[in-house]
């Protein structure tokens, strides 16, 4: 069982290993009026696979933004493998992302002038790490890639970007792998192959994943969704279905 509730009880058992992911009390106002996020607090533990939802406006990008560090709440702390990352400077925070967070986007991100091989090490020679070699064959092994590394971007499937991208995020051995609509570039089969492949580095590897999404049916691939609304969590489902999560969307929409 992986849901989040579930695994509370094993880091009761365990409290020396701090989750991978930690919001306390995190709000984001802009203009210092308009609130985005509402004193979100959320934990997520090692090698468990969340899907974040909710209507348009909700807050659910901005709620990506600020546990990945790619913004800084206005209030509460963010916490990545035990590591505080809200409060730091702009160089800081990208430090820690680098060495401890994974980002996978719709749009692949891939630079089209290098090759896969290039690709996959891009992140890890910016932040001067070399690359285990060991590591990286395991990876593109892993993700279906073997063959495939002297190719450029535009030489592979939309589908093969992506677990390229995918890839390139795990390099590090991040914490956290954050994944923004990763399927919504890709045909039904396609998104279907990639949603399959990150289930299983959660549940094989032990990678936390944190996707957020708009289709019910690919949260449903998670352990657990929460459901942002008005800035705050609405509801946390373990072992959500896709029937249940739309039928709370539609509701949600009609609030």
């Known amino acids: ?35 985005v996020l509402d004193r979100v607090s959320l934990e997520v533990r090692r090698g468990s696979f969340l899907a974040i939802m909710g209507p348009s406006g909700s807050g659910k990008s901005t709620l990506l933004h600020c546990a990945s560090g790619m913004d800084d709440p206005t209030s509460g702390e963010v916490r990545v493998g ?24 719709q749009s692949y991100n891939l630079m089209p002038s290098l090759t896969v091989e290039e690709n996959l090490t891009l992140p890890l020679r910016l932040s001067g790490a070399t690359a285990d070699g060991g590591w990286l064959g395991h990876l593109v092994e892993r993700v279906g890639l073997a063959g495939l590394l002297d190719r450029r971007p535009a030489e592979l499937s939309g589908g093969q970007q992506q677990r390229a991208a995918i890839a390139r995020s795990l390099a590090a051995r991040p914490d956290v792998l954050f994944a923004d609509e990763p399927t919504g570039a890709l045909d039904l089969d396609t998104a279907a192959d990639v949603l ?54 539609t509701a949600l929409g009609r609030r």
């Open 82 to 105: 035990g590591r505080r990352l809200s409060g730091l400077n702009e160089t800081k925070r990208t430090l820690l992302r680098r060495k401890h967070i994974g980002f996978v986007f």
């Open 1 to 35: 069982m992986k849901g989040l509730t579930a695994l509370r009880g094993e880091r009761r058992a365990d409290p020396t290993r701090a989750p991978a992911l930690e919001l306390r009390e995190v709000t984001k106002t802009y203009d210092g009026a308009h609130t």
């Open 196 to 249: 399959d492949l990150l289930r299983e580095l959660a549940d094989e590897w032990e990678q936390t994943v944190v996707m957020v999404t708009h289709d019910p049916a690919a949260a449903a691939r998670a352990h657990a969704a929460c459901v942002v609304a008005d800035g705050r969590i609405d509801a946390y489902l373990d072992h959500p279905t896709a029937d249940d999560l739309a039928h709370r969307l």
